[in-house]
């Protein structure tokens, strides 16, 4: 055990160009339930989340919404801390980048790294996506040398930066990790981060000139620093590292970071390269967390599948969902988000198992002893052996972030206890005078059972556990409790509350259905054209002309976001076609490709490139801009080159 007893958890701080979704959801319930669990167990807690709201994707998305950065992370972060309060989280701070104590903090580190040579200036040169405004790492480049996440080529571009000094503090790093097996959790993590390291690390860019929205390098305005540095500074920041040393010596040597495993490089390499520079001691924790899919797939904005946790709370309730995402899947794995799966959680330990012990129970108290909880000069019983046994397992599991370990451990003994409702069977002993001690013993420990379920619980649902103690006829909030002054038998003497149904069984048949329908309706919805054209006779239809034509050659039109300068062969010629679809398609993907084209269309000139011709795609659009688009094409490709379309 730690002594003293102090935990601070971090979440990593969410970047403002996104919509929240599961994923950050996760990271943040996994965090709101260890800081709860720790403060159950006696722990002084610190609990910090917030937002990353510097850097490249962020300028270009308040762009796209014609807002200044500012405005736009102003806006945006807000949903964000909507998200907390949604989730019920214990977060103690929320920090975001853009404050100035953030800002202050980053450009005192920079300059000390500066003076003591542990950051100096140079070239930096990688493969550049223009049109994105981003470096792409080797490491991540798509096929022939193109950027992952539009897909265009890249650029090799060259800037002036400053670097840090990573490589320098590389041989520390692994003696510490050496030392603390369990410093990055889980296992698979540790290694992946030991080979990483063994394999060398460069000194890293730190600055940028290619951007504006950034913190000024100190004494170099010309550069910003880069988003990573700038955001991985917040969890000293918040801790009071630059004006606030008593604060920063009472928390910092108990911190524990939590991530997702796709950015364990940055807090398991240069983060701790990073405070290894400035003398600050290394986190106790990383534990990196694995990534959801959905129905079997990556979530994506384009294949319209994110999971927002807003609806899903709305419609499921916030303590199952919070439930789900830490019972479904082990921490550390990754794990398949499906409403049919969320719904049978529900129905069978919610509804069913924790659910039926404590609507028996209660109902039992209230029949057999008019409401009053039993005592009895005898309480240990198989029952209050488990407890101390599950107290522990829970223990052990929470500390390791074992979090579906230590739920399946509570639902052991809560079904442990439905079965000794079963084999004791109350309803016989209360039909007998003589047993009337014995009954008195059952029920002081169903009750027992309950109470203590409910408060294990209470971490990873909070509110669940509350009602429980409000119709045990408990008054206090069980996430206020401590385990260790938990003892058997004192329930005895209480008055039970009213009962409710805790989670009321959905009936699968009657969910699917409904589903089925809402689905139907909104493929209606989405397909019923908002303004229709006048009409038109067929004789005007044919007077627009259209033929099968093949993409022979796809360019960049330098000038334009969005156009793409195309040549396409309909057999008897060849033309050039400006098309709008380069958000959707890389060059490489277009080029081949057998499309409809409207041939008789007047030319007309866009950004300096006559276009000659229109090809027909289908698209959703949102406030007039395509969110997704599919282009038409002949379904038998053999179809030569020309033929008209009618
Ligand atoms: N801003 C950086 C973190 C800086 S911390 C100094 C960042 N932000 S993020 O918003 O893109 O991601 C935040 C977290 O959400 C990451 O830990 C990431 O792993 C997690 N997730 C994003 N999508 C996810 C899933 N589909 N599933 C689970 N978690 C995932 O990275």
């Not at 007309?604 to 090809?615: A, D, P, T, Y």
């Amino acid at each position: 055990m730690e002594n003293p007893k102090r935990f601070y958890i971090t979440t990593p701080i969410y970047y403002v160009n996104d919509i929240p979704h599961i994923g950050h959801a996760y990271t943040t319930t996994a965090c709101d339930a260890i800081a709860r669990y720790k403060r159950m167990k006696g722990y002084d807690v610190r609990f910090l989340t917030g937002t990353d709201e510097h850097g490249q994707k962020i300028q270009a998305a308040a762009e796209a919404k014609g807002e200044t950065p500012q405005q736009f992370v102003d806006r945006i972060h807000q949903t964000f801390r909507d998200l907390c309060k949604l989730l019920n989280a214990s977060n103690d701070d929320f920090i975001r980048t853009t404050e100035e104590r953030h800002i202050k903090t980053v450009q005192a580190i920079f300059a000390k790294l500066i003076e003591q040579g542990d950051i100096y200036k140079g070239t930096y040169s990688g493969y550049y996506c223009i049109p994105d405004e981003t470096y792409v790492p080797e490491s991540s480049m798509g096929p022939n040398k193109t950027c992952p996440d539009c897909g265009r080529p890249l650029t090799v571009m060259e800037e002036e930066s400053y670097f840090f000094r990573a490589s320098k503090y590389v041989p520390q790093l692994i003696d510490y990790y050496e030392k603390n097996l369990k410093a990055v959790m889980p296992k698979i993590r540790y290694n992946e981060i030991m080979s990483f390291l063994r394999s060398g690390v460069r000194d890293q860019s730190v600055s940028r000139t290619s951007l504006k929205w950034g913190i000024p390098v100190p004494g170099d305005e010309k550069h910003v620093v880069y988003v990573w540095f700038d955001a991985l500074v917040n969890y000293v920041t918040s801790a009071g590292y630059l004006d606030d040393p008593e604060k920063f010596n009472y928390w910092w040597p108990h911190v524990r970071h939590m991530v997702g495993k796709d950015i364990i490089r940055f807090h398991c390499v240069i983060w701790p390269l990073m405070l290894l520079a400035l003398g600050i001691n290394l986190p106790v924790e990383i534990f990196a967390h694995g990534w959801w899919t959905v129905d079997g797939e990556k979530m994506s904005k384009s294949k319209h599948n994110v999971v927002d946790p807003f609806k899903t709370v709305k419609e499921y309730g916030l303590d199952p969902f919070r439930y789900f995402l830490l019972r479904e899947v082990p921490f550390g794995n990754d794990g398949d988000f499906s409403e049919l799966a969320l719904v049978g959680r529900i129905n069978s330990d919610l509804a069913n198992d924790l659910g039926n012990l404590l609507n028996r129970t209660l109902q039992m108290i209230r029949s057999y002893r008019g409401g009053l909880v039993p005592s009895c000069s005898e309480t240990k019983s198989e029952l209050s052996e488990l407890s101390s046994k599950v107290l522990e397992r829970v223990d052990e599991a929470m500390n390791d972030y074992a979090f579906d370990e230590a739920l399946k451990t509570i639902w052991e003994f809560i079904g442990r206890s439905n079965k000794f409702i079963d084999e004791t069977a109350p309803w016989k002993l209360a039909k007998d005078e003589s047993q009337g001690e014995r009954l008195d013993f059952v029920l002081l420990n169903l009750y027992e059972s309950l109470r203590l379920s409910a408060m294990l619980i209470a971490p990873v649902m909070p509110d669940t556990a509350k009602r429980i103690w409000t119709q045990l006829g408990i008054n206090d909030d069980p996430s206020k409790a401590q385990y260790d002054s938990f003892k058997w038998g004192e329930g005895s003497g209480r008055t039970i509350g009213t009962s409710e149904v805790l989670y009321p069984r959905i009936d699968i048949e009657a969910w699917k259905k409904s589903k089925e329908e809402k689905k139907l309706q909104e493929e209606q919805n989405n397909s019923a054209p908002v303004e229709h054209e006048a009409e038109i006779s067929i004789d005007d239809f044919r007077t627009v002309e259209m033929r099968v034509a093949r993409i022979t050659k796809c360019e960049e039109i330098p000038k334009s976001k969005k156009l793409y300068k195309l040549e396409v062969d309909l057999g008897y010629e060849k033309r050039t076609v400006c098309s709008g679809i380069k958000a959707f398609f890389s060059t490489e993907e277009l080029i081949g490709k057998t499309v409809i084209l409207v041939t008789n269309l007047k030319p007309v000139k866009l950004c300096g490139v006559e276009s000659n011709g229109m090809i027909l795609a289908a698209s959703v659009k949102k406030d007039g801009v395509s969110e997704q688009l599919t282009l038409v094409e002949p379904e038998d490709k053999t179809i030569p080159l020309g033929s008209r379309v009618s």
